[in-house]
C-alpha cells in the first residue's frame, strides 16, 4: 500500500456486516472492519489486522470496493491502494455524497449508541440533496436537546470543518 496515513470510515453497510457476516472476509478484514474509526491512520491498525503494514492494501481494498469502508472527505488520503485512487471507489473530497458519508461517520463516532436521529437527519439531507451544513445545524440542535450539549458543540464545529474542506 502507498499510503498507511490515509484516514477511513466505517460505512453504515459495514456497520451491519459486522453484525450479518453476508461477505466472506478474512479474519485480517473482518478485524480491521471491527476496529477502523474514521480518525486513526489506515497504518496504525496493520498489527490488529494481523499483517504486516505493507500488505494493508490487500487487506482494504475489498472493503473499500463492497463499499464497508470509505475513505474520509478531507482526510489525508492522497495515497492508493494497490494503485487505484481512493482504494477503486471515486469519492472526491469535494463531493457532497463524500461529505455526508464523513458526517455520518462523524456522528456516530461523537455520539455513539445514541447517533441514529442525528444520522437519520444527515442521511435525508444527503438523500434529498439538501444542504449538509443546515442539515448539521439541525442534527446538532436535536443533539444537544436529545444527547449532550458539548458533544453536539464538538460535532458541529467538526461537521463546519468537514463542509467547509
Request: with cysteine.
Amino acid at each position: 500500500m502507498d499510503d498507511l496515513q490515509g484516514v477511513y470510515a466505517r460505512t453504515e453497510a459495514g456497520a451491519a456486516e459486522i453484525k450479518a457476516r453476508a461477505f466472506e472476509l478474512t479474519r485480517a478484514q473482518r478485524n480491521l472492519l471491527i476496529v477502523i474509526d474514521g480518525k486513526s491512520a489506515i497504518g496504525s491498525f496493520a498489527k490488529i489486522a494481523g499483517c504486516a503494514p505493507e500488505q494493508m492494501g490487500e487487506v482494504l481494498l475489498p472493503l473499500v470496493e463492497h463499499g464497508l469502508v470509505a475513505p474520509i472527505a478531507g482526510g489525508p488520503n492522497r495515497g492508493a491502494v494497490q494503485g487505484r485512487p481512493w482504494g477503486g471507489v471515486p469519492l472526491p473530497a469535494g463531493s457532497s455524497a463524500a461529505q455526508a458519508q464523513a458526517l455520518v461517520a462523524l456522528a456516530e463516532r461523537v455520539f455513539d449508541k445514541r447517533a441514529g436521529p442525528v444520522v437519520l437527519k444527515l442521511e435525508k439531507a444527503a438523500d434529498s440533496g439538501g444542504d449538509l451544513l443546515a442539515a448539521a445545524e439541525s442534527a446538532a440542535k436535536l443533539a444537544k436537546l436529545t444527547i449532550d450539549e458539548v458533544k453536539a458543540q464538538d460535532f458541529l464545529a467538526e461537521a463546519r470543518r468537514l463542509i467547509s474542506a
